[in-house]
């Protein structure tokens, strides 16, 4: 399930992205190494620590290691209508 939210959380917060770059979503620590883990151009999520992930994480990965209201705590506001807790309520569709 958090592989869903994780998604659509990264679906919804990309045209930010794409106009202002990477964004912060916070801490995250896997496989012992702690990092901050960032939503990236390119619809990916940056995990730039030395890891065997090669800095790349997919929606999946990201899911099984994290909670999804710590990617909408860290992640700005965009808008009207489009915060922490709207983007939560869709995932529970």
């Known amino acids: ?8 959380i990264r679906e919804r917060f990309y045209p ?3 106009f202002c770059g990477p964004q ?9 190494v702690r990092a901050t883990v960032y939503l990236g151009e390119l619809s990916i999520w ?7 992930h090669n800095g790349v ?14 990617l909408v705590r ?11 807790m709207s983007i939560m309520s869709l995932g529970q569709n």
């Open 1 to 8: 399930m958090n592989k869903h939210i994780v998604q659509l």
């Open 16 to 18: 930010l992205v794409r």
């Open 24 to 32: 912060s979503a916070g801490e995250v620590e896997i496989e012992g």
């Open 46 to 52: 940056l995990w730039p620590a030395k890891s065997s």
């Open 57 to 70: 994480l997919s929606d999946e990965q990201l899911g099984d290691v994290v909670s999804p209201h710590l």
């Open 74 to 84: 860290n992640l700005p506001v965009v808008g009207p209508g489009i915060d922490a």
